[in-house]
């Protein structure tokens, strides 16, 4: 018998625990958008929040254009949504070919993180909005190159938002 005993201790213990713990800890897995136990993963999510929070503190809001303005920006918007990792794609191409061609080399196969340094390097862009886009691009590679993030539509909807405030940062450096 105590053998028996000795046996099933830990067993039921565990047992007893995952009971008593399981009403917070599934509260607790509801908020987590990503977790990877070996190898501790940064939760995607957080990260993007604190570069597009950055970008909102750095950049002017853009005005608020009319229909006229909103047809030409480049930027498509529609009411059924793309997935958001496209979104987020998408609307980082079309900044990329305005910085590119803010470049004076718009068929330049230069990386632009190459692009954006030089542009404040020289004075065409300010380097708060150099730092933005560089964070834009790291987040952007981060979406191209993996499949393992779990990205929101909060997360497309604001990174879209912010490259929305650096087109507007931009008009003024393309006069």
């Given at each position: 018998?105590?053998?028996?005993?000795?046996?099933?201790?830990?067993?039921?213990?565990?047992?007893?625990?995952?009971?008593?713990?399981?009403?917070?800890?599934?509260?607790?897995?509801?908020?987590?958008?990503?977790?990877?136990?070996?190898?501790?993963?940064?939760?995607?999510?957080?990260?993007?929040?604190?570069?597009?929070?950055?970008?909102?503190?750095?950049?002017?809001?853009?005005?608020?254009?009319?229909?006229?303005?909103?047809?030409?920006?480049?930027?498509?918007?529609?009411?059924?949504?793309?997935?958001?990792?496209?979104?987020?794609?998408?609307?980082?191409?079309?900044?990329?070919?305005?910085?590119?061609?803010?470049?004076?080399?718009?068929?330049?196969?230069?990386?632009?993180?190459?692009?954006?340094?030089?542009?404040?390097?020289?004075?065409?862009?300010?380097?708060?909005?150099?730092?933005?886009?560089?964070?834009?691009?790291?987040?952007?590679n981060r979406v191209s190159h993996t499949n393992e993030e779990?990205?929101?539509?909060?997360?497309?909807?604001?990174?879209?938002?912010?490259?929305?405030?650096?087109?507007?940062?931009?008009?003024?450096?393309?006069?």
């Open positions: 018998m105590e053998k028996l005993i000795e046996v099933l201790a830990w067993p039921i213990t565990t047992i007893i625990v995952v009971i008593l713990i399981r009403s917070p800890l599934s509260e607790l897995v509801l908020t987590l958008k990503k977790l990877k136990y070996k190898d501790l993963e940064l939760e995607f999510e957080k990260e993007a929040n604190k570069i597009l929070a950055d970008a909102e503190r750095d950049l002017p809001e853009p005005p608020k254009p009319g229909l006229e303005k909103t047809k030409n920006s480049g930027i498509l918007f529609s009411k059924r949504r793309l997935e958001p990792a496209v979104e987020i794609m998408e609307s980082w191409r079309i900044l990329e070919l305005k910085l590119r061609e803010l470049s004076g080399e718009p068929s330049s196969q230069k990386s632009m993180g190459h692009i954006i340094r030089e542009l404040s390097k020289f004075g065409k862009i300010p380097e708060e909005t150099s730092k933005v886009l560089l964070e834009l691009s790291s987040l952007r779990v990205i929101t539509y909060n997360v497309s909807s604001s990174f879209k938002d912010s490259i929305s405030r650096v087109m507007s940062a931009l008009e003024p450096c393309n006069s």
